[in-house]
C-alpha cells in the first residue's frame, strides 16, 4: 500500500492558485464542462463511472446532469485548493471526504482514473488562463490536485496511515 502524501504547498503556490482561480471562478459551468469532457476524450470509458451518462444517448454537451455536477466538481477542486495552505489540510465543502472516499471506491475509480483527472485538469486550466500559465502554476495546481486525491484515497483505504 503506498503511503499518499503531498508535499508542503508553499505561499508561492498558494498566490498562484488564488490568482487564476479569482479568473476563472466567472466561468466555472463552462469550465467545469470543458474539464470533463476532457477527461471523457481521453478516457471514453470513464463515462461508465456515471450512472446518469451510461445509458445515455444525448451528446454528451447537451446532458442535462452533466454540466452541473462538472460545475459542481471543478468549483470543489479549485475551492480546495485555494484554502489548502490557509486550512493546513485538504477541505471540501457541501461533502466530507469520508463521502468523497465511499462514492469513489464504491463506483470503482482507481489511480488511473485520478492521472487522466490530473491531466484534464491541468488542461483546462492552461487554457481558462494562457496570459498566467507556467511551469510554476503547473506545479501548483498539480500539487493542489494530488493532496486533494491523497485526501480522497486515504478515505477509500488505499493509503497506509503514517
Not at 446532458?63 to 479549485?78: D, G, I, Q, Y
Not at 465543502?93 to 471506491?105: Q, S
Not at 485526501?151 to 503514517?162: L, N
Request: charged share 25%; with cysteine.
Amino acid at each position: 500500500m503506498a503511503v499518499c502524501e503531498g508535499k508542503v504547498f508553499t505561499e508561492e503556490q498558494e498566490a498562484l492558485v488564488v490568482k487564476s482561480w479569482a479568473v476563472m471562478k466567472k466561468n466555472s459551468a463552462e469550465l467545469g464542462l470543458k474539464f470533463f469532457l476532457k477527461i471523457f476524450e481521453i478516457a471514453p470509458s470513464a463515462k461508465k463511472l456515471f450512472s446518469f451518462l451510461r445509458d445515455s444517448n444525448v451528446p454528451l454537451e447537451q446532458n442535462t446532469k452533466l454540466k452541473p455536477h462538472a460545475m459542481s466538481v471543478f468549483v470543489m477542486t479549485c475551492e480546495s485548493a485555494v484554502q489548502l495552505r490557509k486550512a493546513g489540510k485538504v477541505t471540501v465543502r457541501e461533502t466530507t471526504l469520508k463521502k468523497l472516499g465511499a462514492t469513489h471506491f464504491k463506483y470503482g475509480v482507481v489511480a488511473e482514473h485520478f492521472e487522466v483527472t490530473k491531466f484534464a485538469l491541468l488542461e483546462t486550466i492552461k487554457e481558462a488562463v494562457p496570459e498566467m500559465w507556467s511551469a510554476e502554476m503547473k506545479n501548483a495546481w498539480g500539487e493542489a490536485y494530488e493532496q486533494l486525491v491523497a485526501a480522497i484515497k486515504a478515505e477509500m483505504g488505499e493509503c497506509s496511515q503514517a
